[in-house]
């Protein structure tokens, strides 16, 4: 199975003209939603993943180099090898929403994102921490769910405690199951947000099982 490897990869590959930010983030969110949508334009596709045009064509080249996707007269489709790769990414990053985290003060806008089958590595907290600044964000909480509880692991076995509005939304806008795990980022954009969240999963992903 195609692992984040390839993914890395990719976001590393050096290319010509403007410099652009492409991150894992942007890769990953890319392959969810094709995968999403089965087939959609450039236009729709860098409206949705939140970047340039000039950025998705370099990441629709840079997949299509590698056989992830085809582009077609209906717009990018995910080729065999890419539609694999999307059901490992969406068995474990299931759902992502803005959410009301004021309660936390590290950040002014907040993304969560529910994870499912990925567990804490034996890499301290604070790294996860870290792996969210470097993509952008103020900050990040994480949260397990446990028989129906949020707990903020070596803080807290009660969310709702420490952030009620918060717990609420979550509980709301994601369904959690006993064994998820959420992310919660802080950043000065909703985007921003959301790609430290997915950067902290993907750091935490077991590449053997990926």
Do not use: W
Request: with cysteine.
């Amino acid at each position: 199975m195609a692992s984040t490897t390839v993914l890395k990869e990719i976001a590393a590959e050096r290319f010509t003209g403007p410099r652009a930010a492409i991150s894992l983030s942007n890769i990953v969110k890319t392959i969810l939603v094709i995968g999403q949508r089965k087939a959609i334009g450039r236009a729709s596709l860098s409206k949705e993943v939140g970047v340039g045009e000039g950025v998705t064509r370099t990441i629709i080249a840079r997949l299509k180099k590698k056989t992830f996707l085809t582009v077609t007269n209906k717009g990018c489709i995910l080729s065999k090898k890419g539609e694999t790769l999307y059901s490992a990414l969406s068995a474990k990053l299931i759902r992502i929403a803005n959410v009301e985290g004021k309660e936390l003060n590290i950040g002014g806008k907040y993304s969560a994102l529910l994870t499912r089958n990925i567990q804490f590595s034996s890499h301290p907290i604070l790294d996860y921490r870290d792996t969210a600044i470097r993509a952008g964000a103020s900050g990040a909480i994480l949260m397990t769910s446990e028989k129906k509880k949020l707990a903020i692991p070596s803080v807290t076995d009660e969310a709702g405690i420490y952030a009620p509005r918060l717990a609420n939304d979550l509980r709301n806008k994601l369904d959690p199951k006993d064994g998820d795990m959420i992310i919660v980022c802080g950043a000065p954009t909703y985007r921003d947000a959301e790609n430290a969240a997915i950067a902290v999963a993907l750091s935490m992903v077991d590449e053997k099982r990926f």
